[in-house]
């Protein structure tokens, strides 16, 4: 009797062994926020009221670079994930796809025409629901884990009902997308990632990455090497802006210029292009430049147009995106300054991501605290 109580007490034993196990390993793979795509939001919104919580919808794109980001560094980090899930129920929609979905009110539909029906032009959309179905609120663009967490409060906090969201991080007492001071240049497009990831090879003899310049404020210019008028105007009016910095100010400005014309680019050609555009007392530009692939993830990472066109003896023009990308000293995308831009303006812009990057610590500091 003895052995066969111990041996049922074993038995079940390895029962509510097993169960827990499977339970963990359920969680840890459900952990991960927006990660699960759904066909009915309705029997959502009831899952979410019998949890006590609200739906959280996340509307992307598969090419979304933003939304790419996000999957990678947000929905991912634990702190965040408990932010979110204490409050939420959180699924995914494809704008890609054409399978037709139930939404919140039991309606037959599709992704496209549900973001349509809700504004949310934008991608990363960001879609708050009630337990009753109603449109609680809306955003649209690519955040961090604590513009996310501030976006989950305030939504929670029905902050909308007064002010409009606004990313607002209150110890630093500005927002965390944009600088406390105004530039003048665009705010980045809302589907761009805040810190893009790129391994290019470099003119100075290394493999580069963005994250290789954090402590410094970056400009990064794309075009190719026999561009006849936009690149050499963009990067002389890079070269005025730094020289009319302090010199102090000099030192702490990285100028990139990243070719998309790699067949003809090569890093030889692109270490003499660069150098004429070197700021006196500032930092020597580096080129960058990526084998095909490479250039591909480039030109999709910042969103970039480039066509090929034929032109006589040079073989073809390349008609591409113009304009400077302007990162902080954390690393984060802050602006991108259109062609013709002034070399005033651009001066008064790094002195302004510059300023910001100053002080007792680092931006790149401030920015790991916040997160």
Same mark, same amino acid.
């Given at each position: 009797?003895?052995?066969?109580?111990?041996?049922?007490?074993?038995?079940?034993?390895?029962?509510?062994?097993?169960?827990?196990?499977?339970?963990?390993?359920?969680?840890?793979?459900?952990?991960?926020?927006?990660?699960?795509?759904?066909?009915?939001?309705?029997?959502?919104?009831?899952?979410?009221?019998?949890?006590?919580?609200?739906?959280?919808?996340?509307?992307?794109?598969?090419?979304?670079?933003?939304?790419?980001?996000?999957?990678?560094?947000?929905?991912?980090?634990?702190?965040?994930?408990?932010?979110?899930?204490?409050?939420?129920?959180?699924?995914?929609?494809?704008?890609?796809?054409?399978?037709?979905?139930?939404?919140?009110?039991?309606?037959?539909?599709?992704?496209?025409?549900?973001?349509?029906?809700?504004?949310?032009?934008?991608?990363?959309?960001?879609?708050?629901?009630?337990?009753?179905?109603?449109?609680?609120?809306?955003?649209?663009?690519?955040?961090?884990?604590?513009?996310?967490?501030?976006?989950?409060?305030?939504?929670?906090?029905?902050?909308?009902?007064?002010?409009?969201?606004?990313?607002?991080?209150?110890?630093?007492?500005?927002?965390?997308?944009?600088?406390?001071?105004?530039?003048?240049?665009?705010?980045?497009?809302?589907? =761009?990632?805040?810190?893009?990831?790129?391994? #290019?090879?470099? @003119?100075? &003899? %290394?493999?580069?990455?963005? *994250?290789? $310049?954090?402590?410094?404020?970056?400009?990064?210019?794309?075009?190719?090497?026999?561009?006849?008028?936009?690149?050499?105007?963009?990067?002389?009016?890079?070269?005025?802006?730094?020289?009319?910095?302090?010199?102090?100010?000099?030192?702490?400005?990285?100028?990139?210029?990243?070719?998309?014309?790699?067949?003809?680019?090569?890093?030889?050609?692109?270490?003499?292009?660069?150098?004429?555009?070197?700021?006196?007392?500032?930092?020597?530009?580096?080129?960058?430049?990526?084998?095909?692939?490479?250039?591909?993830?480039?030109?999709?990472?910042?969103?970039?147009?480039?066509?090929?066109?034929?032109?006589?003896?040079?073989?073809?023009? =390349?008609?591409?995106?113009?304009?400077?990308? #302007?990162?902080? @000293?954390? &690393? %984060?995308?802050?602006?991108? *300054?259109? $062609?013709?831009?002034?070399?005033?303006?651009?001066?008064?812009?790094?002195?302004?991501?510059?300023?910001?990057?100053?002080?007792?610590?680092?931006?790149?500091?401030?920015?790991?605290?916040?997160?």
């Amino acid at each position: 009797m003895r052995r066969r109580a111990w041996g049922s007490s074993f038995a079940a034993w390895l029962r509510l062994g097993s169960g827990l196990a499977l339970g963990l390993v359920v969680g840890v793979a459900h952990a991960v926020l927006f990660e699960r795509s759904v066909d009915d939001l309705q029997r959502e919104i009831r899952a979410a009221g019998a949890e006590g919580k609200q739906l959280a919808v996340v509307l992307s794109l598969p090419d979304c670079p933003g939304c790419l980001e996000m999957e990678k560094t947000v929905y991912r980090d634990t702190h965040t994930q408990r932010a979110i899930e204490r409050r939420f129920r959180t699924v995914h929609l494809d704008l890609a796809s054409t399978e037709p979905i139930i939404d919140v009110k039991g309606r037959a539909t599709t992704a496209t025409d549900l973001a349509k029906g809700l504004r949310a032009f934008g991608t990363p959309s960001f879609v708050f629901f009630a337990v009753d179905g109603s449109l609680l609120y809306r955003y649209s663009g690519t955040l961090d884990r604590a513009g996310l967490r501030r976006l989950a409060d305030y939504v929670v906090r029905a902050k909308y009902e007064t002010v409009p969201f606004a990313s607002r991080d209150a110890t630093r007492g500005k927002t965390a997308d944009r600088p406390s001071a105004t530039l003048h240049a665009s705010p980045p497009a809302g589907n =761009l990632p805040l810190y893009p990831e790129l391994a #290019l090879s470099a @003119s100075d &003899g %290394r493999e580069r990455r963005l *994250a290789d $310049f954090r402590g410094q404020v970056v400009a990064l210019s794309v075009g190719y090497t026999q561009c006849p008028d936009v690149c050499p105007t963009t990067l002389l009016a890079l070269k005025g802006a730094v020289e009319a910095l302090s010199a102090a100010q000099r030192q702490r400005v990285q100028v990139l210029f990243a070719t998309l014309d790699p067949d003809r680019d090569a890093l030889a050609m692109l270490k003499e292009y660069v150098a004429a555009f070197a700021p006196a007392g500032g930092r020597p530009v580096i080129g960058l430049r990526g084998n095909t692939e490479a250039t591909a993830r480039l030109i999709s990472q910042l969103q970039l147009v480039t066509e090929k066109r034929p032109a006589g003896n040079a073989g073809y023009t =390349l008609d591409h995106t113009a304009g400077v990308f #302007l990162f902080d @000293s954390s &690393g %984060r995308l802050q602006g991108v *300054a259109p $062609f013709g831009q002034s070399a005033t303006e651009l001066q008064s812009d790094l002195a302004i991501l510059l300023a910001e990057g100053a002080g007792g610590q680092t931006a790149a500091q401030r920015f790991s605290r916040a997160n």
